[in-house]
């Protein structure tokens, strides 16, 4: 196995997530109505990341990594971005495709929750099979629940 690692993203961090939730964004229109139209140079909506970076107590960006390479982000987010009863919210999750399928992905869910422990609520598409397949998986083996969230999304919750 490979050595994954979560860290918390700096402010060196900040292009590397705008590229990154590109990719992420590019994956997301396949699955979610919001994400169609790129701007003038070429990216989904850059000011996304920029809300990442404002130093809010209440957002947590990661960066996660696979023998000391860049593969994938995390956001977690707490109260007031995190649904009533659950102290963490995954906002977002992305690994990069190559790493997908190796492992990487539920070792750096794992360090997330020995990372930070509570309970947790995460939403994930309900057109994205593969995604759901990972987070059933992920979630259940902690003996979390699976539930409808709104039309477009199913909600994972566990404790960590």
Do not use: W
Request: glycine share 10%.
């Amino acid at each position: 196995m490979n050595a994954v690692t979560l860290r918390v993203a700096a402010e060196a961090d900040r292009e590397l997530y705008k590229n990154m939730f590109n990719m992420y964004h590019n994956e997301l229109g396949l699955y979610c109505g919001e994400f169609q139209d790129v701007d003038g140079n070429g990216y989904y909506d850059a000011a996304f990341t920029d809300a990442y970076f404002r130093k809010d107590p209440s957002v947590m960006p990661l960066v996660i990594e696979c023998d000391g390479r860049n593969v994938g982000f995390a956001v977690v987010t707490v109260s007031p971005y995190c649904p009533d009863g659950f102290d963490f919210c995954l906002q977002e999750f992305f690994i990069v495709g190559y790493y997908r399928g190796k492992g990487v992905s539920r070792a750096a869910a794992e360090g997330l929750f020995s990372l930070l422990k509570g309970s947790y609520i995460a939403a994930v598409p309900v057109k994205n099979e593969r995604a759901l397949r990972f987070f059933r998986s992920v979630f259940s083996s902690r003996g979390g629940t699976e539930m409808p969230y709104g039309e477009e999304f199913v909600a994972f919750t566990a404790n960590a």
